[in-house]
């Protein structure tokens, strides 16, 4: 049985639902001669902002238990420097490309992505409105309804290309955030960022981090990514790109299952960057088992249990 794992986010058509996540994958290039960048649904650029941004200092990265800690501070080269020195590299490689457009303020994202809406060969736009480690913009436009909503009109104005604003689990109901992304005209939303967190080197009583806060990732955070993809599945008719911890076709049947139209593989890849072929191989040979003939027929298909009360049984 040959099983159809495509998919389309508004005009995008994916040719499976595996994608690198963002800031996980540098800007694609550079896994280039590691991984064919054609067969993966897509891949997500490091976050952009208009300028080049240095990032925080060092130290940006501490492990932890089943996960890592980052304070990267969106270090990038810009959107025009990406659109005239990486896009030419990823459209030769066949690359599906997801832009991950950043800003300090509501402009700035619209600029970024009239900017990389111009460019030959972007499939879509991620909306990063969720990034923890950056003082303005941000996650402070994630963590407000009104500012998901102001934000995501304000690019839905400006760009024809699938859009896709990126939530933050840092917050309390994550579904009303997908609900003002749907009601201000998202295509698509993607889940999880990480989870807002902190180390301590107990010896010298100072923060891991220089940036004393970071964003937690990796396998600690799954079982709070799917919920919080199951629970957004139920409250928006739009496709869903879940991540958080995959490492393995098991973990990204999760997120579908829970209602993930595709998912995002991030902190393993920096463990495995091999891992996507046998994602790919693994999802396949899931729906064949199963006779399942397409992908997008598994989204959502959660088996609740029937609710008996065994107390009342003899
Ligand atoms: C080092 C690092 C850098 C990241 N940079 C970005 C970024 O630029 N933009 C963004 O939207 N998310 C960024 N993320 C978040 C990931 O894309 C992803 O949402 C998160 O790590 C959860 O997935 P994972 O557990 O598979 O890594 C970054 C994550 C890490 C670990």
Redesign the pocket.
């Known amino acids: 049985m040959r099983v159809d794992l495509s998919l389309h986010i508004g005009s995008l058509r994916l040719k499976n639902p595996l994608i690198a ?4 994958f540098g800007y694609g290039v550079e896994y280039a001669d590691v991984v064919d960048l054609s067969t993966l649904g897509a891949v ?1 650029s ?2 952009l902002f208009l300028q080049p941004r240095e990032g925080h200092p060092a130290p ?2 501490v492990e932890t238990p089943s ?2 800690l ?1 304070a ?1 501070g ?1 270090q ?1 080269i810009g959107a025009r420097r990406f659109v005239d020195e990486k896009m030419p590299e990823l459209r030769a490689r066949g690359a599906t490309v997801i832009v ?1 457009v ?1 800003g300090t303020t509501i402009d700035e994202y619209a600029e970024v992505s009239r900017i990389v809406s111009d460019a030959e060969g972007v499939g879509a736009i ?1 909306l ?1 409105i ?2 923890p480690n950056i003082k303005e913009g941000g996650i402070q436009f994630g963590c407000s309804l009104n500012g998901t909503f102001d934000v995501v009109q304000a690019v839905r104005k400006v760009t024809r290309l699938p859009l896709i604003p ?1 939530l933050t689990p840092n917050v309390t109901d994550v579904a009303s955030f997908a609900r003002a992304s749907e009601e201000a005209g998202a295509d698509a939303i ?5 989870f807002l967190a902190m180390a301590i080197d107990v010896e010298t009583r100072t923060p891991k981090l220089s940036n004393v806060l970071g ?1 937690l ?3 600690a ?2 079982p709070i ?1 799917v919920r919080m993809v199951w629970e957004c599945h139920q409250a928006v008719k739009l496709p869903i790109l879940g ?5 393995t076709v098991q973990d990204a049947l999760e997120f579908i299952i829970a209602g993930a139209s595709a998912v ?7 463990a495995d960057p091999f891992l996507w072929r046998k994602l790919i191989d693994g999802l396949d040979a899931y729906l064949e088992r199963h006779k399942i003939a397409r992908v997008q027929d598994l989204v959502g298909r959660l088996e609740m249990p029937r609710r008996e009360h065994a107390w009342t049984e003899s």
């Open positions: 996540a963002s800031g996980c997500v490091k976050g940006r990265i996960g890592m980052n990267i969106l990038g991950n950043c991620e990063n969720s990034c990126k993607s889940l999880v960022n990480t964003g990732s990796g396998p955070i799954r990514a991540m958080g911890g995959i490492a995002q593989v991030g902190t393993a890849n920096f």
